[in-house]
């Protein structure tokens, strides 16, 4: 059984992050002197993520850096990912053991 192709959903007209890390290279450079002990670890992090130290395929890869017409064309080819939403209820159904994503069980 294959899966069904979903209605065309409409360009965004905003995207709005509400946590992660948004530009990389920053996680590097923007530490702040709290955290500048932490510089090693983080760009042993990101090294070992992209396999490379070059700090540019870290940008290419940040929410922050993205380029919106490149986004819009994937959109109309369908080459982005889509957003799956399920009710609270159905996550509780199938998963009793945990906390639905309302914060109850």
Same mark, same amino acid.
């Given at each position: 059984?294959?899966? $069904?192709?979903?209605?065309?959903?409409?360009?965004?007209? !905003? =995207?709005?992050?509400?946590?992660?890390?948004? !530009?990389?290279?920053?996680? &590097?450079?923007?530490?702040?002197?709290?955290? *500048?002990?932490?510089?090693? *670890?983080?760009?042993?992090? =990101?090294?070992?993520?992209?396999?490379?130290?070059?700090?540019?395929?870290?940008?290419?890869?940040?929410?922050?850096?993205?380029?919106? !017409?490149? &986004?819009? *064309?994937? &959109?109309? *080819?369908?080459?982005?990912?889509?957003? &799956?939403? $399920?009710?609270?209820?159905?996550?509780?159904? $199938?998963?009793?053991?945990?906390?639905?994503?309302?914060?109850?069980?």
């Amino acid at each position: 059984m294959g899966a $069904r192709r979903g209605p065309d959903a409409p360009c965004p007209a !905003a =995207l709005l992050g509400l946590n992660g890390l948004y !530009a990389l290279p920053e996680l &590097i450079d923007g530490l702040g002197t709290l955290h *500048e002990h932490l510089r090693q *670890e983080y760009r042993t992090l =990101l090294s070992n993520a992209f396999t490379t130290d070059d700090k540019r395929n870290w940008a290419a890869a940040s929410p922050a850096h993205f380029d919106p !017409a490149d &986004i819009a *064309e994937r &959109i109309r *080819e369908g080459r982005a990912p889509r957003l &799956i939403v $399920r009710p609270a209820a159905l996550f509780r159904d $199938r998963h009793p053991q945990t906390v639905a994503p309302t914060g109850r069980a």
